[in-house]
């Protein structure tokens, strides 16, 4: 007999949480933003996160471009 694949085997190797606790009046009107402007809080997170990661590579090169 062939073995099923669990399908969370990939999610669970490959994907991490990032979590974060905030105040429940701030994360309210942040999810009634999100829903007023059409766009998921997961959305938010990984442009967030993307532009972050960004910077840091930008501050690199200004570093070395420095040196």
Do not use: H
Not at 20 to 31: G, I, L, Q, R, T
Not at 40 to 51: G, H, I, L, Y
């Amino acid at each position: 007999m062939e073995e099923k694949k669990d399908p969370n085997d990939w999610s669970k190797k490959n994907m991490l949480f990032v979590r974060a606790k905030y105040k429940s009046d701030f994360v309210d009107e942040f999810k009634a933003a999100c829903k007023q402007l059409g766009i998921t809080q997961s959305d938010v997170f990984r442009e967030a996160m993307k532009k972050t990661i960004q910077n840091a590579k930008d501050n690199n090169k200004c570093k070395t471009e420095d040196k």
